[in-house]
């Protein structure tokens, strides 16, 4: 079974407020490396066999009119996933 790994970001322009919380609490907990914090959401789409160009391409388009709102989100990546644990 394929897995194909999309992920959506807010555009630049767009308060992060869930961001700015992560981004004051990380100092607290002794991460004071951290200059700044996005979030954004992650789908993971699974097809049978391999991921070809073609559940790429379909992915693309999924991702473009329900995955993400393209007024305030961009589609930042849609990648097969790599099968690594975490590495994506």
């Known amino acids: 079974m394929g897995r194909i790994v999309v992920e959506v970001m807010p555009k630049p322009e767009i ?3 869930q961001g700015k919380a ?3 609490s990380l ?3 002794g991460f004071d490396q951290f ?3 996005r979030q954004g959401r992650r ?3 699974s097809v049978e066999g391999p991921v070809t160009e073609d559940h790429l391409e379909a992915a693309r388009q999924a991702a ?3 995955l ?3 007024i305030i989100e961009d589609v930042v990546s849609v990648r097969a996933d790599s099968g ?3 590495e994506d």
Do not use: I, K, M, Y
């Open 15 to 17: 308060l992060d407020p």
């Open 22 to 24: 992560v981004v004051g």
């Open 27 to 29: 100092p607290r907990l």
């Open 35 to 37: 200059t700044a914090v």
């Open 43 to 45: 789908f993971e789409l």
């Open 64 to 66: 473009q009119t329900l």
């Open 68 to 70: 993400s709102n393209p």
């Open 84 to 86: 690594a644990h975490g």
